[in-house]
């Protein structure tokens, strides 16, 4: 068996489970813990400062209550000052004030030098046999009371703690002893698995969840060791089943690019051909013109030079020089316009068998495919309808760009249109930014939703066997993406035509000869 393959894993762990662990059962502990001593301190504080404090307040008023109706009611105010004197002994009481049944203050005590933040107030009438003799009025400080309550709920928290410290400590040696010392082992065993090591066995554990996994890894161990070595004799074999296989592919691949390129080579010359036929009807057209007219002027100066002998009028001599003036017109029209399309034709073939980046304007460029295009395509059922504003400079590919737009208007004729449905092929342009916007589209059928995806495939079609080779939007992908840099994008719904948005670098990159 071949350790030397085996892909070595990082056993080193990105976090701690006996850690994990800790966390868990030390938030387990403190959250209830904590809560716990928070109700246990806010009772506590309540019970010292509601119920204590106010029970002594209640008590003073009370003894003062009772002290009083004596001296009030037999006005010896004097008799009741060792009563109050025993009342204010206690430094918690901030005063205390004694008001007849006309709110007359009659005794009264305060404690200046004491600033109290918190008191409570109680209050007694003074009452002998149903008549009122007055009112006792008592304020509680709660200072005092505070820090009693603080104290204790310190020294309750801090044997809490202890208890905390203590079972945290006894927590984290069991989750060492019972979990993270398994865990090394088994950890470090399964590294040597991983290495390729399956001759050296798991250590036996204790009889829990980490020693049934131990055998667990163990009988893995041994499986791997017995399956390693019949998988390798299957690898051999696959491996040579492979190779031969490669090698067929290689060939089909080979003829298959064959026979892609002769298939393409095949889609020009019946391109070049419509082509051609369609340059020399479109060139008969202003040269037969052309000849019918010089003929017609030849004739009629043969006829000129025979009247010369028996003498020419002047309205016989204007009437020839008019006729001539206006043959030679329509002849060098019909010559110009044969020229301007020689010229359209010949920067067109120059463009495309050469695939030479310049300088040029689109529209140019447009118009110069589009006259090539519309003599093979003349009697289309399709309209052509053109928006491209001159001042585009662009420093690309012309031929390219003229393949393109071509393609796409030759895809449009073909497949958006049919004898009993004729409609409008739009090209457009604009410049945004260092882009241009090229937009080829389609009032024709459509394109059905499930087709979108695959209309830029090789070969893909949906009128094989009817003209179509399913190269055209291959072949515009393919320029676009690759030597001019751009983009395209597609929408279609089925019924209301197609839309080509094509976004383009105005200045292509920089490539070598061999790349173009």
Not at 79 to 92: E, F, G, I
Not at 93 to 98: F, I
Not at 322 to 348: H, M, P, T, Y
């Amino acid at each position: 068996m071949d350790q030397a393959q085996s892909p070595v894993v990082n056993a080193t762990p990105t976090s701690s489970l006996r850690h994990d662990l800790f966390s868990v059962l030390m938030l387990a502990l403190v959250i209830p813990g904590a809560l716990a001593i928070l109700i246990l301190l806010t009772l506590n504080w309540q019970k010292t400062i509601e119920v204590d404090v106010r029970a002594k307040a209640e008590q003073f008023a009370d003894l003062l209550q009772a002290g009083l109706v004596l001296p009030l009611w037999n006005v010896a105010l004097d008799t009741a000052r060792p009563l109050m004197q025993a009342v204010v002994a206690d430094p918690s009481v901030a005063w205390v004030e004694v008001r007849d049944t006309t709110g007359e203050m009659v005794l009264e005590f305060h404690r200046p030098e004491d600033v109290r933040t918190t008191t409570i107030k109680v209050s007694r009438q003074i009452v002998k046999e149903g008549a009122p003799l007055g009112e006792v009025r008592l304020a509680y400080a709660t200072d005092s009371a505070q820090s009693d309550a603080l104290h204790s709920s310190w020294l309750l928290a801090a044997v809490v703690g202890c208890q905390f410290v203590v079972s945290l400590l006894l927590m984290r040696m069991w989750l060492n002893l019972r979990v993270h010392k398994p865990l090394n082992l088994l950890r470090s065993s399964a590294a040597s698995i991983s290495t390729g090591d399956l001759k050296t066995a798991v250590p036996a554990l204790r009889h829990d969840e980490f020693g049934v996994l131990g055998q667990q890894l163990d009988s893995m161990r041994i499986a791997l060791a017995q399956s390693v070595d019949v998988l390798e004799e299957r690898v051999t074999a696959r491996t040579t089943e492979l190779r031969q296989a490669n090698t067929h592919l290689e060939q089909a691949l080979n003829n298959l690019r064959q026979a892609q390129d002769r298939l393409i080579q095949s889609e020009k010359l019946v391109a070049l051909g419509s082509l051609v036929a369609g340059v020399a009807h479109e060139l008969n057209t202003p040269i037969g013109n052309g000849l019918l007219v010089i003929s017609t002027v030849l004739g009629q100066t043969h006829e000129f030079r025979a009247s010369m002998g028996q003498g020419l009028t002047k309205t016989q001599l204007s009437g020839y020089l008019d006729q001539v003036e206006q043959g030679a017109e329509i002849a060098a029209s019909s010559l110009n316009r044969a020229a301007n399309l020689i010229q359209d034709f010949k920067q067109f073939a120059v463009d495309q068998t050469s695939l030479r980046r310049r300088r040029f304007d689109l529209k140019q460029v447009v118009r110069e495919t589009l006259a090539a295009v519309s003599v093979v395509r003349k009697y289309a059922l399709a309209k052509l309808h053109v928006d491209v504003p001159e001042g585009i400079e662009m420093e690309s590919y012309p031929g390219a760009i003229g393949q393109i737009v071509s393609n796409l208007f030759e895809n449009a004729v073909v497949h958006a249109f049919s004898e009993q449905h004729a409609g409008t092929v739009r090209i457009s342009a604009l410049l945004d930014g260092e882009q241009v916007v090229l937009t080829v589209s389609d009032d024709g059928a459509g394109i059905a939703p499930e087709n979108l995806s695959r209309i830029f495939d090789p070969f893909y079609t949906t009128r094989m066997g009817s003209g179509g080779s399913g190269l055209g939007l291959s072949i515009v992908f393919s320029l676009l993406s690759g030597l001019l840099g751009g983009t395209i994008d597609v929408e279609s719904s089925l019924g209301q035509g197609t839309v080509f948005r094509l976004k383009i670098p105005r200045v292509a990159a920089q490539r070598d000869e061999a790349e173009t």
